[in-house]
């Protein structure tokens, strides 16, 4: 008699000798990004990496940090940066591509905190409001500190080296007591933006560079 897979006489619920085992549907691996996360994330890596170029661009210009209101070549200044003088050459295209990354990372990170609020993301993985907490302590302050402070204020002192703004806004300016202070404020807090991008990618590398690049760009993680 031939097997048809029916289930045994003996032990109902097991297919007879020699029955093939019904094959189930592979499952599906849960979204765990949504695409306008994954969008905006590439979105502002693209934009960093860009102002980091053209911040070394135009900090080549004038690689001396001063406080106050101005700051020129024969002045004292608050930090000689060890960087040679090139006067020329970058500036122009530096300001430009500085000026376009940072609407990109503007507009990008905008998207990305009111989604993140909108849809309790933050609260689930950020404040610990999951059963395993998802990131360590030390991972959400990190990310608190570059969302809530430091992403803010690198966009107000880039804000307060702009002559029109200030013009309009003073007191975006005054609050640092000058131009040049707002332009100090600016390097140190890039500076830290570097470290946190930096230590961002060692600990994707780190926990699985494939399957966290899998899931940025596919939503889906194995």
Known sequence: MANTGADSAMFPGLPETGA?????PAEKVPLRRSALVRVTHWMNALGFIGLVISGVAILLAHPRL???????VGMPSLLDLPLPFML???????????FLSAWVCVIA????????TATRRFA?????????????????????????????LVVWTGLAMSPAIASVFPFMVTVFGGQQSAR???????????CFFLAH?????????????????????S
């Open 109 to 116: 990170g905008g998207i990305y905190v009111l989604h993140g």
């Open 66 to 72: 001063y406080w106050g209101e101005t700051g020129a």
């Open 124 to 152: 689930r993985d950020f404040a610990g409001q999951t059963e395993p907490p998802k990131y360590s302590m030390l991972q959400r302050l990190t990310y608190f500190a570059v969302v809530i402070f430091l992403f803010p």
């Open 20 to 24: 093939a085992a019904p094959v189930r």
């Open 184 to 194: 100090t404020v600016h390097f140190a807090v890039a500076c830290l933006l570097v």
């Open 201 to 221: 990618v060692v600990m994707v590398t780190a926990t699985g560079f494939v399957a966290n690049m899998r899931g940025m760009i596919q939503g889906r993680e």
């Open 88 to 98: 020329t050459g970058q500036s122009g295209w530096g300001r430009y591509l500085h």
